[in-house]
Structure formats: structure tokens, C-alpha cells
């Protein structure tokens, strides 16, 4: 079979740091030569891999791909889990059409891809490493009811280190009801699958319920729980009766390991508008034990990621039009709690906790999205900026002890380009994963910056 190669892009990518900000400090020239989806049957075509230590890769083919979520290998690679699109005939017209299936790549620790496999399935939302060194993908998993009517529901697989699967669970939702994994979290060889279910009204608003689903370490299901309702709230709804989302959670690793804490938003009481809300669930039953954790100001303000800390507190991160500099911006909350002497549970989550809260961002809309705590004691805030092009780049931000801006870097092209992950590496390297936007084309982007941010040692 000959060789097809599907596309090949041969560019110089510039990015010049804020210049479309009014704040320009410096600017990096980067010169990037990619070779994306070469294909064949047989043959094995010899690329110059690139070993430079700190890489700006972006990953996939003609069609588009999104970026979920990433994981390191025991090799110091990557597994990334996302979408991509494919090509298939409609039964109904007959014409061809995109078809958005699940997607997931290995790469060694300079970013190079090792290979890359398509699965049933909507996308690969979550990956984990399993205790006998396989993996673990959370995928949204299509249900068609109808040529008209279809929905997600939750679906866990296991892969072996060559994308070889290895079994499929899939988890029956309720109704036709779209069920959308956020997050995955394992615990003494236990799963938590945490997401929302998700319902659409007449007019597109969509209403959302925290949805976790527990298994062992085969996907046989131990337990499922809810939290917060599909239907509009009035001003006497109480609380786990409103739609309450979750974006991201973490398995408390100072309350002994029993409780998982998401981080999302919920309607406020007697209003139209969002808060961030903080969720502690026990792992026992899922039962949820503490939902007094809501922040906000007087507009909408939503959670997106939580990491515990270095002094048993938490440290959240989202977007807020409440306060900041106009438009929507990135804040970044620190909050500190008393701990329960018997079992570590922490005490009393509420707004009287904040250690200190910051905003960042522009005049534009600017989002939120990952932040992780530092091994010197500072954050790694990592969102979407909005530039003068009507498009967004990636804005990665170091924050002190105490949420003060140390410095701030940018990434991306003209046009949208969206942040998804940030990690600090063992060896203090930066790790970002995103989707950025190119020829009218999504591709992930991968990500390895030094200590400082930068591209270059």
C-alpha cells in the first residue's frame, strides 16, 4: 500500500508576547518545523525528531482536535486524551460528513508523538495511570436514540502502553439526558468519575447536576450520586436543589484519602447569577457533606480547577465578571481551613476562609482554567487572554505565596487558541496542554516551558 501522506506544514510561527495588549515586555520568535499525520501500512517513515528539552508541539491532523487532559508515563512522556473528527458517509443523505470521535496520543518527553489511536466514543475527557502500569480513559461515550436525538453517557477503558484496548465500561445514564466527564480522581483501587449531567432547554440554556460515579479498578460500578436538579431554580430553591456544575475535583489528601472536594458553580439563591461552589463529598456513598463553599460577587463567577496545598488548605482558580479589570477575568482564590483533629475533614467551607483572592486580565473577556501550587511555594495560573484580533491566547502566570504576579507569558497565534492544563514538572519544568487554532484548523498543543516560562534553556 503506498504511503498517503495526509498533510504536511512547513512554517515560521511568531509570537510576539503582548503586543497586541499594550503591555509588551519581550517577544519570542518561534520556528517550528511539524510533520503532522503521515500514514501508511506498513512503513515507518524516519522523522528528525526534535530533542531539544523544552518543545511547542502541536499534535494531530487535516481535521480538528481537542485537548483534555495529560498524564506523565513512567518514561517521562505524555498520554493526552482528547477528540478529533473523522470523514463517514450520512445513511440519511448519503453525503459525507465530520463524525467528533475520541482521540488519544502518546509522546516521549521531548513531545514527539510515539503513536496516536482513534476509539468509539464522543472524545477522551480523563486519563490515568493504573497501578500495573496501563491506562485508564474516562470517554463521553455516544448514545444515538434516534437521526434526531442522541446523548452522552460515562464510559471508562483500559489501554495497554501501545493504545491496545484492553476492555470498555460504559455506564447507563439517565433518560436522554447528556452525561460529560470532567475529571477522574483514583484512590486505594477505587475510580471516581466525576462530570455532570446535563440537560438542554428549549433555548439552548443548559442545566447542569454534579454527577460522580464510583468503581474498582476492573470499571465494575460501586456507587453514583448526584447533586443539584435539572430544572430552573426559584428564589425559595434551597441549595442542592439549584444546578450546580463540577469542573475539576481532588481526592483530599489531608483528610485521610475520604473525601473527594469538586470545584464548579451553582445558581445563586433568588437569582439568575453563578457563584463558584465548593463540594465535599464522602467517598462512602458519595454523600454530600459540606456545599457551603459558594464565592462570588455580584455578577457570575465559576471554578475551574482546585489543588490542595502546602498547609492542608485548597487553591481554586475561574473566571469572574464580578470584579477585575471590565469584561470577564481570571481570579485565583487561596483558602485555608481548620482541620478536624480525628479524621483531617476540613471544617466550615465558606467565603470567611480566603486566605487571599486575586484577579487578573485585560479589558477583554479572559478566562481561568488551570492553576497547580509550585514546589517554592507559589502557583501556576494558566487561562485564555483576549487580544485585539477578537481571538484568545494562552496566558500563563506565576503567582508568590501570597497570589502576587511574579511574571506572565503568552502563547498562541491569531486567532482562538484555548488553555486546558498547567503542570509543574519534577524537575520544575512547565507542562501545558491546549487547543490552538490554525489554517481553520484545531490541533493540540503540547507545551514544555522552563521554570520561567520560557521556550529556550
Known amino acids: 500500500m503506498k504511503v498517503i501522506i495526509k498533510s504536511v506544514y512547513i512554517f515560521i510561527y511568531i509570537s510576539i508576547n503582548n503586543i497586541q495588549r499594550k503591555i509588551m515586555k519581550n517577544y519570542h520568535i518561534f520556528i517550528f518545523i511539524i510533520f503532522i499525520s503521515i500514514v501508511s501500512c506498513k512503513v515507518t517513515p524516519k522523522i528528525a525528531l526534535d530533542e531539544s528539552g523544552t518543545f511547542y508541539k502541536m499534535l494531530g491532523g487535516a481535521l480538528d482536535e481537542k485537548a483534555h487532559d495529560v498524564a506523565e508515563t513512567a518514561d517521562g512522556g505524555f498520554m493526552i486524551a482528547g477528540s478529533t473528527k473523522i470523514l463517514v458517509i450520512d445513511e440519511a443523505s448519503g453525503s459525507e460528513i465530520e463524525k467528533e470521535v475520541t482521540y488519544v496520543t502518546k509522546t516521549d518527553k521531548f513531545g514527539n508523538v510515539i503513536w496516536k489511536k482513534q476509539y468509539p466514543g464522543q472524545a477522551a475527557k480523563a486519563v490515568l495511570q493504573a497501578p500495573d502500569g496501563n491506562w485508564f480513559i474516562g470517554l463521553d461515550s455516544l448514545v444515538v436514540v434516534s437521526s434526531t436525538v442522541s446523548h452522552t453517557d460515562y464510559a471508562l477503558m483500559k489501554i495497554d502502553n501501545n493504545g491496545n484496548p484492553l476492555w470498555v465500561r460504559k455506564y447507563n445514564g439517565v433518560g436522554t439526558r447528556s452525561e460529560v466527564i470532567k475529571k477522574m480522581q483514583m484512590v486505594e483501587s477505587e475510580i471516581y468519575i466525576v462530570g455532570n449531567a446535563v440537560a438542554k432547554l428549549i433555548d439552548e440554556t443548559e442545566l447542569n447536576a454534579v454527577f460522580i460515579i464510583a468503581t474498582n479498578l476492573d470499571g465494575v460500578e460501586r456507587t453514583r450520586n448526584e447533586y443539584g436538579a435539572l430544572t430552573i431554580p426559584t428564589a425559595n430553591t434551597p441549595a442542592d436543589k439549584r444546578p450546580t456544575s463540577a469542573n475539576s475535583a481532588i481526592i483530599d489528601p489531608v483528610a485521610s484519602l475520604k473525601y473527594l472536594v469538586s470545584i464548579g458553580s451553582t445558581v445563586k439563591q433568588g437569582d439568575d447569577r453563578i457563584n463558584s461552589q465548593l463540594?465535599?463529598?464522602?467517598?462512602?456513598?458519595?454523600?454530600?457533606?459540606?456545599?457551603?463553599?459558594?464565592?462570588?460577587?455580584?455578577?457570575?463567577?465559576?471554578?475551574?480547577?482546585?489543588?490542595?496545598?502546602?498547609?492542608?488548605?485548597?487553591?481554586?482558580?475561574?473566571?469572574?465578571?464580578?470584579?477585575?479589570?471590565?469584561?470577564?477575568?481570571?481570579?485565583?482564590?487561596?483558602?485555608?481551613?481548620?482541620?478536624?483533629?480525628?479524621?483531617?475533614?476540613?471544617?466550615?467551607?465558606?467565603?470567611?476562609?480566603?486566605?487571599?483572592?486575586?484577579?487578573?486580565?485585560?479589558?477583554?473577556?479572559?478566562?481561568?482554567?488551570?492553576?497547580?501550587?509550585?514546589?517554592?511555594?507559589?502557583?501556576?495560573?494558566?487561562?485564555?487572554?483576549?487580544?485585539?484580533?477578537?481571538?484568545?491566547?494562552?496566558?500563563?502566570?506565576?503567582?508568590?505565596?501570597?497570589?502576587?504576579?511574579?511574571?506572565?507569558?503568552?502563547?498562541?497565534?491569531?486567532?482562538?487558541?484555548?488553555?486546558?492544563?498547567?503542570?509543574?514538572?519534577?524537575?520544575?519544568?512547565i507542562l501545558i496542554l491546549g487547543t490552538i487554532s490554525f489554517e481553520n484548523n484545531d490541533m493540540i498543543t503540547l507545551i514544555r516551558a522552563n521554570k520561567n516560562g520560557e521556550l529556550v534553556k
Open 279 to 429: 463540594i465535599v463529598f464522602s467517598r462512602e456513598g458519595i454523600v454530600p457533606i459540606d456545599a457551603g463553599g459558594e464565592f462570588g460577587g455580584g455578577g457570575d463567577d465559576v471554578g475551574e480547577s482546585i489543588q490542595p496545598t502546602r498547609d492542608n488548605g485548597y487553591v481554586i482558580c475561574g473566571t469572574t465578571n464580578s470584579s477585575g479589570n471590565g469584561g470577564k477575568d481570571m481570579f485565583a482564590i487561596k483558602l485555608t481551613f481548620p482541620r478536624d483533629l480525628q479524621d483531617g475533614k476540613p471544617q466550615a467551607i465558606n467565603p470567611t476562609r480566603i486566605a487571599w483572592s486575586k484577579t487578573f486580565g485585560g479589558g477583554g473577556d479572559d478566562e481561568g482554567k488551570s492553576i497547580y501550587p509550585t514546589s517554592d511555594g507559589g502557583y501556576l495560573l494558566l487561562g485564555n487572554v483576549a487580544t485585539t484580533t477578537a481571538g484568545t491566547d494562552i496566558h500563563l502566570i506565576k503567582l508568590d505565596g501570597l497570589g502576587n504576579q511574579v511574571w506572565e507569558k503568552f502563547f498562541g497565534g491569531t486567532r482562538n487558541d484555548q488553555a486546558k492544563f498547567v503542570k509543574e514538572l519534577s524537575n520544575g519544568d
